[in-house]
């Protein structure tokens, strides 16, 4: 079956620093894959989303690589800040299905200043 | 411009209780989801609407799950005969176009809890 791992344990870093989050699948092929931010007691947020044919994909200080080869995508947040603290979760997706999102389970990141 | 909005935001039931829930999704919007998210998990789909036409439900759970979009706008998730195992925040999502990669935009959620 269909299976999205993100990594469970809390990732905790210094403000300034380059966070990296990862995201692995296995047993299915995406054509895309999302990112989304997910605050205490709110609804996810769209980040980025990156296709297939792209290797990278960046927006202001969040970068996202897709290795369809590994099935894995990484998701940076550079300089991050004490503000980035939130559990981002990843969304692999199948093209021509009705657009529902498949979510891994999330990763917390803290940014302590 | 307003957002998803889903209320209520909280909602303690009996077991055995029948609830609703509603979901008023971004004006103009064709697509509309339902997810059900457990403490310290990912969303998980459970149904999708196409303006009024339901067509994808298979994630509801069970047949005490029912959910309607009457006239292509609100929609409401009910859940008869609630279980504990139903406690989780419910997320109502919509986007503009139908199905593919549209943005989706979620509703805050509501918090199910089954005593």
């Known amino acids: 079956s269909q299976k999205i791992e993100q990594n469970s344990e809390a990732l905790n870093i210094q403000e300034g620093k380059t966070a990296t989050l990862t995201c692995n699948y296995t047993?299915?092929?995406?054509?895309?894959l999302q990112w989304y931010r997910q605050d205490p007691g709110r609804g996810p947020v769209f980040l980025l989303l990156?296709?297939?044919?792209?290797k990278e994909k960046r927006k202001e200080r969040l970068k996202v690589t897709f290795d369809t080869t590994l099935k894995q995508s990484l998701f940076h947040i550079t300089a991050s800040q004490p503000a980035d603290s939130a559990t981002y979760l990843c969304?692999?997706?199948?093209?021509?299905?009705?657009?529902?999102?498949?979510f891994g389970q999330g990763t917390t990141l803290q940014v302590k200043p | 411009g307003a957002g998803v909005s889903q209320s209520p935001r909280y909602k303690v039931a009996k077991r055995g209780q029948d609830v609703a829930l509603r979901c008023d999704p971004i004006s103009g919007h064709v697509s509309l989801f339902w997810y059900q998210q457990a403490l310290g998990q990912g969303p998980e789909f459970l149904t999708y609407f196409q303006n009024e036409a339901q067509l994808d439900k298979s994630g509801l759970p069970s047949d005490r799950f029912f959910a309607e979009r009457p006239e292509g706008s609100v929609s409401t998730l009910k859940i008869q005969r609630t279980q504990q195992e139903d406690s989780a925040v419910y997320l109502c999502a919509s986007s503009y176009v139908a199905g593919g990669t549209d943005t989706q935009y979620f509703g805050p959620g509501t918090r199910l809890t089954v005593l």
């Open positions: 969304a692999p997706g199948v093209s021509g299905n009705t657009g529902k999102l498949i």
């Open positions: 990156i296709r297939e044919n792209e």
């Open positions: 047993n299915y092929s995406p054509a895309y």
